[in-house]
């Protein structure tokens, strides 16, 4: 603890050096002291009059300041923000009232301005700030004595003492000499009177054991320099002879105010008289080694290897980064010990060669402990594949084990007894929290757009297992790729030829053309977008539905480029079924990829990933995520269809339904993925019609080879009971479904009624799995509740509209006054000229 704490109001050095080696000091915000790098971490009193900015509070403290001193009405406002141990309360005794705790809790010291040093007072005050510090600064005329430091001191308080009352000279009526302040509470219990000083290097390893007087003391305050009092010799100024001579960076007290430690630099050949940096033994371990490299950097032979270190600066980055990867790989505590040291050691050699030292990098740590504000800590992109990033399961070889082999249930709700704030719980979704995710997959992204193939190829390998020399295919695609059992390329030809000819109608390549007053033609007309990328999933699914689904609308709608990404297979192949189909949609390029990296190459391109305009498809979080990610990047210039989540349907179902094809339908999406959202609306269902729906979903899913995935999304997914087909169609248009199937009596007659859903399955004999796959509409639906601003994917989804005008002079007579009246109204006279120059010129 501080005998005394200094307040500069301006800029002294000499002053301000001999304080800074005994103490904190307080520096007034406005002065023009500067935030020095000093042992003593500065405090900073904030004028009563200047408007707190928490912000620069923040900056003052993330800057080295120890504690900042405020006003009441400051504290007030920093109080949660900044941390109570940073925080000192400055407190008139004029103005001394009633506290709350939360005002006692949020500060760690009280600076208590006082016309005098009255202990009753600052006592009271102490007790009421139980475990803070009281800091006194009295506004007497009169020069405060040494015994009023010991005084305060006996009651745990600190003179604050301005710097208008201190000098380096010797004590007088008006100033007090800074070595008298500083040692008025230290009392020596030696019959000599002298104390007990440990000389310790910067960085507190001990050097040696001395003496210290009042007079060496003072001497050593003033000067900076290491000076004690020898038992035989007197005053000692040590290497006055020897030439080892001491830069005395911080003089300190010990808790009994008895003895003392000097914290030094040490010049010349060591302490001790024997040459040697310690009196007590040789340097070990990090100072050894400190002392040992700084030797061999003057004395080194040229083509020893520590020289080569010095003198090569590939090869010592090169020995760092290797020792680091190696310390990353370390299993056991031996080795990581081993391989710490050697990181440490070149290390060092580096911090050698540019000058900086072991206390050195100890000030640096201590000076990021204090800061208050705190970076994510994430790693940068260069290094993301030596990071341990979560990454989804890999794509499982057999079903995912699961202990429990119990009836597989929804759980059950009745809107009649819902309280509102409990029917919009039940319109949530359970999935991922979007700002997450894109954290996660941020390093990811910008591991691939920094580095590229690079990148892309060492995330694939990372993250689906597969090693390879190239992730992209560019047709002509080898015939031996697509070898398919016939019966599905028939089906998938016959899919795609629904799809094509749902997806040709929709194009409209008629140019819209109107004219709005006489002489104004407006025009609006289609163009593909020129390059897109299709996402088709892999993971627990292979879906070349997927590849159909995108593939055929870009297609019809004309984009020149084409680019599907799919992850690869164990062997680095592709399904043959996606080939196939990337085949028949004309793509003209295949990334073997999944993920965020897949999105990210695609995004923004590498060497052999050609750059997209858009990226179409579903995918699990951590694609979502990436999509998200990408489309707000402007050095990506890229955009998606939608934010596409887990899979989910909402079934409807009155007493007409079939209660094996209820649960069929349900299940369907429920083996999609432990994520997916299944919910069924019962109308007015009795116990015994929805007891035998329950039990066809738990025989039907016991039946599927993804029964273990079933089971999880499952038990995730509701059934809600409500009166009437109104009541189920109101909830459903509230959740805006991706799958809405209907099993309804006149089903076709609630259509109208439906305002949110990706796609409307109607009727007993329409179950989703047809528009999955061949119908002829699109899968790639919203999900999350985003059917109530997004469209599924479609023909238009691929092509993009601009529009033209064309105005005739005598048009342009017409319409030209409103333009330039509007623009005039704006403030935009040059809007306004281009049209007025014309009128000027047609007039003529």
């Known amino acids: 603890m501080a005998t005394f704490l200094p307040l500069l109001t301006e800029e002294n050095s000499p002053l301000f050096n001999a304080l800074d080696r005994i103490g904190p000091i307080i520096l007034n915000a406005q002065a023009s002291v500067p935030l020095p790098e000093t042992p003593q971490h500065p405090y900073l009193l904030v004028d009563q009059s200047t408007p707190v900015d928490p912000q620069e509070i923040a900056s003052w403290l993330d800057a080295g300041v120890e504690k900042v001193i405020v006003p009441l009405a400051s504290v007030k406002e920093l109080a949660g923000t900044i941390p109570a141990e940073r925080l000192i309360l400055l407190l008139d005794v004029a103005n001394v009232s009633a506290f709350s705790d939360k005002i006692r809790e949020s500060v760690s010291g009280v600076l208590l301005k006082t016309p005098s040093i009255d202990l009753d007072t600052i006592s009271s005050v102490a007790k009421f700030f139980a475990g803070s510090t009281i800091f006194v600064l009295s506004s007497s005329d009169s020069l405060p004595a040494p015994s009023n430091i010991r005084e305060l001191q006996s009651i745990g308080a600190i003179l604050v003492l301005p710097e208008s009352q201190l000098t380096l000279d010797a004590t007088s009526n008006t100033q007090l000499n800074v070595a008298d302040a500083f040692m008025a509470p230290i009392i020596s219990d030696r019959p000599d009177g002298l104390f007990p000083t440990v000389v310790s290097s910067q960085t507190g390893h001990s050097l040696g054991l001395v003496y210290s007087s009042r007079q060496s003391i003072t001497e050593s305050i003033i000067t900076g320099k290491g000076v004690y009092q020898s038992r035989k010799h007197g005053l000692w100024r040590k290497g006055a002879t020897s030439g080892a001579t001491q830069d005395v960076v911080q003089i300190r007290l010990d808790c009994d105010s008895d003895s003392l430690e000097f914290r030094v630099v040490q010049h010349g050949s060591g302490f001790c008289h024997l040459n040697r940096q310690s009196c007590f033994a040789e340097a070990s371990g990090l100072p050894a080694l400190e002392k040992t490299l700084q030797s061999r950097l003057e004395t080194a032979p040229e083509g020893s290897y520590t020289m080569r270190l010095f003198n090569d600066a590939k090869l010592l980055q090169s020995k760092i980064r290797e020792e680091a990867d190696e310390l990353c790989s370390a299993k056991t505590k031996e080795e990581t010990a081993f391989e710490a040291a050697d990181l440490f050691y070149f290390a060092l050699t580096k911090c050698v060669t540019m000058g900086v030292s072991v206390a050195d990098i100890e000030k640096s740590l201590d000076r990021k402990a204090k800061k208050i504000t705190r970076r994510p800590g994430n790693a940068k992109p260069q290094w993301i594949q030596k990071e341990t990033v979560p990454v989804p399961a890999p794509a499982p070889t057999k079903p995912i084990a699961v202990e429990n082999d119990g009836p597989i249930n929804m759980r059950t709700f009745d809107l009649s007894t819902t309280a509102p704030e409990a029917r919009v719980q039940l319109l949530r979704r359970p999935v991922l929290k979007s700002d997450e995710m894109i954290e996660k997959v941020k390093p990811i992204v910008e591991a691939v757009r920094v580095h590229g193939d690079v990148a892309l190829l060492e995330l694939t390998a990372k993250f689906d297992k597969v090693h390879m020399d190239s992730t992209v295919i560019f047709p002509p695609f080898a015939p031996e790729t697509m070898q398919i059992d016939e019966a599905v390329r028939k089906a998938i030809d016959i899919a795609y030829a629904n799809i094509h000819k749902f997806h040709a109608a929709q194009v409209n390549d008629e140019t819209l053309t109107v004219e709005t007053m006489p002489g104004v033609v407006c025009s609006r007309f289609a163009r593909p977008i020129a390059r897109v990328g299709l996402y088709v999933p892999g993971g627990t699914a292979i879906l070349p539905s997927t590849a159909l689904m995108l593939g055929i609308p870009a297609q019809v709608a004309g984009c020149k480029e ?19 189909v990337a085949k028949l949609v004309g793509a003209s390029a295949i990334l073997k990829a999944g993920g965020a990296q897949a999105v990210a190459a695609m995004a923004y391109g590498t060497k052999t990933v050609p750059k997209v305009d858009k990226i179409f498809g579903p995918g699990n979080q951590w694609v979502t995520a990436a999509k998200m990610l990408v489309q707000n990047d402007t050095d990506a210039l890229v955009s998606i269809d939608m934010p596409a989540g887990p899979s989910e349907v909402l079934v409807i179902a009155d007493h007409t339904a079939i209660p094996a094809f209820v649960a069929a339908d349900l299940l369907s999406q429920a083996e999609h993925g432990v994520d997916s959202q299944v919910v069924l609306l019962a109308v007015d269902l009795t116990p015994d019609r929805l007891a035998e729906i329950e039990k066809e979903v738990d025989a039907q ?23 009437t087909v109104e009541e189920a169609i109101s909830f459903s248009n509230d959740y805006a479904p991706e799958h809405l199937i209907l099993h309804l009596e006149n089903a076709s007659s609630k259509v109208a009624s439906i305002d949110n859903a990706g796609s409307v399955f109607v009727g007993p004999y329409t179950p989703e799995s ?69 009128l000027r010129e047609n007039s003529r």
Do not use: W
């Open 701 to 723: 899913a016991h039946a599927l080879s993804r029964v273990d995935i079933v089971r999880q999304s499952i038990a995730k997914s509701i059934i809600v009971k409500v009166s």
């Open 770 to 838: 047809c528009g999955d796959y061949a119908s002829g509409t699109n899968h790639t639906l919203p999900t999350n509740g985003y059917a109530r601003q997004f469209s599924g994917v479609n023909t238009l989804s691929f092509q993009k509209h601009i529009t033209s005008q064309e105005i005739t002079a005598d048009g342009l007579q017409g319409l030209g006054p409103v333009v330039a009246t509007l623009a005039d109204c704006e403030g935009l006279q040059a809007h306004a000229n281009a049209v007025r120059i014309r």
């Open 562 to 580: 084409v680019v599907l990404a799919t992850p690869p297979r164990p062997d680095g192949s592709i399904s043959p079924e996606v080939m196939y």
